[in-house]
């Protein structure tokens, strides 16, 4: 069954430091690759999308994921992790094969300390 | 341009009642999916919607159905409301091959 695994459910960095989310996926194909930031109470907003080509892809508010197909992992980075990046963040998958729907993993919420 | 507009933003229902979810996609886009997102989880497909058909359906009972119109905009009924129905409600469209736009949602209680 196709499935989306994030490890980390809670995750608290300090402004200023680094940040790296995990994400692993279970599927026979390639598949296209997401992640979506969520703050408390509304819709989800895409911060980057890989579908081919380079495997690091550059998204908004200077996040990045890179592609790794031997480890199926798609994990997000910021090199410096502002208070406003606190919300919650979801991976999800999409494989052509099966409709193009979206499955998510169940997120993980970050908190940024001062 | 128009992201994807969902209606209403929030309402509450009583079990046993019928409700009415509405999404207009944003604007070249031809594919609707609907998500339910319960609390603390992450989102869950519904079903899509292309050419006016049920394209893909994931697993929800009956109790759930939708449709498309001409004009691409959506629709998701849910008959007989449980109390575990509650739950913020995404919509997002798509081209056939391409990227999501999610809206920001109906929150529904069910009481």
């Known amino acids: 069954a196709q499935s989306v695994t994030q490890p980390d459910i809670h995750i608290t960095v300090s402004e200023g430091a680094s940040l790296e989310l995990r994400c692993n996926y279970s599927y026979g194909a390639t598949p296209y690759l997401f992640w979506y930031v969520q703050s408390p109470g509304q819709g989800l907003q895409l911060l980057l999308k890989?579908?081919?080509?380079?495997?690091l892809v550059q998204g908004i508010k200077g996040f990045e994921a890179e592609f790794k197909r031997s480890q199926s992992s798609f994990n997000l980075r910021k090199p410096s992790v502002h208070w406003s990046d606190a919300a919650e963040y979801f991976c999800?998958?999409?494989?052509?094969?099966?409709?193009?729907?979206?499955?998510f993993g169940a997120g993980t919420i970050l908190r940024v300390k001062s | 341009d128009a992201g994807v507009t969902q209606s209403p933003t929030h309402l509450i229902k009583t079990r046993g009642q019928q409700v009415t979810l509405r999404c207009s996609p944003k604007s070249g886009h031809d594919t609707v999916s609907w998500y339910q997102q319960a609390l603390g989880q992450g989102p869950q497909f519904i079903f899509q919607?292309?050419?006016?058909?049920?394209?893909q359906r994931g697993n929800f009972p009956d109790r759930f159905s939708g449709h498309q119109f001409p004009n691409y905009s959506s629709e998701l009924n849910v008959n007989a409301l449980l109390l575990g129905d509650s739950a913020l409600y995404l919509c997002?469209?798509?081209?056939?091959?391409?990227?999501?736009?999610f809206g920001s949602g109906t929150r529904l209680t069910v009481v």
């Open positions: 999800a998958v999409a494989v052509m094969e099966y409709g193009n729907k979206l499955v």
């Open positions: 997002a469209s798509s081209l056939v091959q391409g990227g999501y736009t």
């Open positions: 919607y292309y050419e006016e058909e049920e394209r």
């Open positions: 890989y579908f081919s080509g380079d495997t």
